[in-house]
């Protein structure tokens, strides 16, 4: 009995030494610890033992349990720390690999040039207002003193939805749509948007482009307001040392209506290819608003006046920045777009 105690030690030692992970080991303690295992069997056995070999026996029993157990506990910790190292190692991130380069855009030219707007004229004390790009022929014509077959019609070639909406060719309509909003109290107002003509699209035009529209109504709005108020435009964009000069006009909504150009910013004046040798630049249209739209939208126009403009915002990046092609701010080519 002796004999095969020892050969049970040497044969379950062994047996834990070549296990290699953790459910082997634990087959290994049913094998040699478990109920139905050798050990029981060796211990039942001990009945019919001598009294004199009986305790030895139970001894050397006792000892080969343990020195099983605590060799099992102990490769158990071995197999669990290699377990773990093989796991880390399998799940290793090389943090010295190169990250994924974000690459920030920015804002669009276009909205630049918005944006600067805003800023400017908020600073000033106007809110920005918004209208819809799909409009009525009332608010686009009819409120800006358009009639139905009025001539001036024309100058805006439309894309019509139905008879009574279409594209709206300027931001004007929100002229009228603040006006009526405003119930009779003082305004000042600039929208910037997309306004939508009939035109061939070229170098110069395209079906869609930006405006910025201003609105200023109040007591004793005179065109000495108008003046002062697109000089400050004027030098804030194009630069503190240019002029303006309004030349006479016609627009519908807007009485008397002006032209207004600037001295021209590459020459200064004296006549480049930017200015056409005139020294001067056309960059929007404007005037006192007409009686008869202030009178539609509920105002009395022998107590109020306003002024109003429109500026399109192509065309003030392409005289800023020397673009000779609109459609270059469309076709979203980044050799174009990343030099702004
Ligand atoms: N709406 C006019 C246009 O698109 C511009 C304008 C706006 C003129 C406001 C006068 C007053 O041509």
């Known amino acids: 009995m002796k004999e095969q105690l020892e050969q049970l030690q040497v044969e ?96 669009h030219l276009l909205q630049q040039i918005i944006d600067e707007m805003e800023d400017l004229f908020v600073g000033l004390g106007y809110t920005i207002a918004e209208g819809p790009e799909v409009e009525t022929d009332l608010y686009n014509f009819e409120m800006l003193n358009l009639p139905k077959d009025h001539p001036a019609r024309d100058m805006q070639d439309s894309f019509y939805i139905t008879e009574e909406t279409l594209l709206r060719t300027h931001t004007s309509p929100v002229q009228a749509r603040t006006m009526l909003e405003a119930n009779g109290k003082p305004i000042r107002i600039i929208c910037p948007g997309k306004v939508y003509r009939r035109d061939e699209d070229d170098a110069t035009h395209s079906h869609q482009f930006m405006q910025i529209e201003g609105l200023v109504v109040d007591e004793s709005i005179s065109m000495a307001d108008l003046k002062g108020t697109l000089e400050v435009f004027v030098k804030q964009l194009f630069g503190e040392t240019r002029e303006i000069r309004l030349r006479p006009s016609f627009f519908p909504f807007t009485e008397p209506s002006v032209e207004v150009d600037i001295s021209c910013f590459k020459c200064g004046g004296k006549g480049c290819n930017v200015c056409k040798g005139t020294g001067w630049i056309e960059i929007l249209g404007g005037g006192m608003v007409h009686p008869h739209v202030l009178e539609m939208a509920g105002y009395d126009s022998s107590k109020v006046s306003g002024f109003a403009f429109g500026i399109g915002v192509e065309r003030m990046a392409m005289l800023k920045h020397g673009v000779d092609d609109i459609r270059h701010f469309y076709t979203n080519d980044l050799r174009f777009i990343e030099q702004f």
């Open 12 to 107: 379950a030692l062994e047996e834990i030494k070549q296990a290699s992970t953790q459910k082997a080991l634990n087959d290994v303690r049913i094998k040699y610890l478990g109920k139905k295992g050798p050990m029981t069997e060796v211990l039942r056995g001990m009945g019919k033992l001598s009294a004199e070999e009986r305790p030895i026996i139970g001894e050397l029993a006792n000892t080969v349990r343990t020195t099983i157990q605590s060799t099992l506990d102990a490769r158990i910790e071995e197999v669990k720390a290699i377990e773990l190292e093989e796991k880390l190692k399998a799940e290793t991130l090389d943090v010295t690999l190169p990250g994924r380069t974000l690459t920030p855009g920015h804002s």
